[in-house]
């Protein structure tokens, strides 16, 4: 069962919240607008390189979606022109005055993020466990929580799994986030799954090589 492969797909919200998350006390206030089944899959040890990946991967480039990159340029380009983007994790969350989700926890579990680096990328990583990490990510229109969790299929094979957290900021969040809802659900997401599954049996690959090959 561990090398199963799995078609990223949209599930049903009620199906990630159902489960006993650490996202769940922490972002309360928060709306989850999507879940996801991820086409990855490996061992119960396998988790950590899941959010690895998402913060190595360049999301408004996707050579197989030129759609994808469209918008995500566009978005790009409004956000210079209006200053969405500006203030990136400075700006208190809507209705809060924590500029961050680190700033819920307590002092145990905010130590977890120190073992993951996420200088590279534009998402900032708020605490990780042995099956579960969130990423954060705060601009003009929204603060949003990228929640990722490992989910059992049997006592030897786990999925990942995906759910966004957001609050949208004032008049111009409430606005931009339905808008482009039909968007993320079949352009955004879809072209994500699609590029996240080889991805991640690159990965596993790579990795298994190296425990396979003799050390020095």
């Known amino acids: 069962m561990s090398g199963q492969l799995f078609e990223g797909r949209r599930i ?18 928060f709306q989850l607008i999507d879940a996801w089944q991820l086409p990855t899959t490996g061992s119960y040890e396998d988790f950590p390189d899941l959010p690895k ?3 190595t991967l360049d999301l408004a480039n996707n050579e197989g979606s030129k759609t994808s990159n469209f918008l995500f340029a566009a978005r790009e380009k409004l956000g210079k ?5 500006e203030e990136v994790l400075t700006q208190p969350i809507p209705g809060c005055e924590e500029t961050s989700l680190r ?3 307590s002092s145990e579990l905010r130590k977890t993020a120190e073992t993951v680096d996420d200088s590279a990328s534009d998402f900032q990583v ?3 466990t042995e ?3 969130v990423l954060e990510l705060s601009n003009s229109t929204v603060h949003a929580a990228i929640h990722l969790a490992w989910v059992s299929l049997d006592d030897l094979t786990y999925v990942g799994q995906m759910g966004i ?14 808008a482009i809802a039909p968007f993320r659900h079949y352009i955004v997401y879809p072209a994500l799954m ?3 599954g080889p991805a991640w049996q690159q990965r596993r690959s790579a990795i298994q090589a190296e425990k396979r090959s003799p050390t020095a």
Do not use: C
């Open 12 to 29: 049903d919200t009620a199906a990630h919240n159902d489960r006993t998350w650490h996202i769940h006390e922490l972002a309360g206030d």
């Open 53 to 55: 990946l998402f913060l």
């Open 81 to 85: 022109l209006f200053g969405w983007d």
């Open 103 to 105: 700033d819920r926890l």
């Open 126 to 128: 708020v605490y990780q």
């Open 131 to 133: 099956n579960e990490s």
């Open 165 to 178: 957290y957001v609050k949208n900021r004032g008049r111009l969040g409430q606005i931009y986030m339905p």
């Open 194 to 196: 699609r590029r996240l």
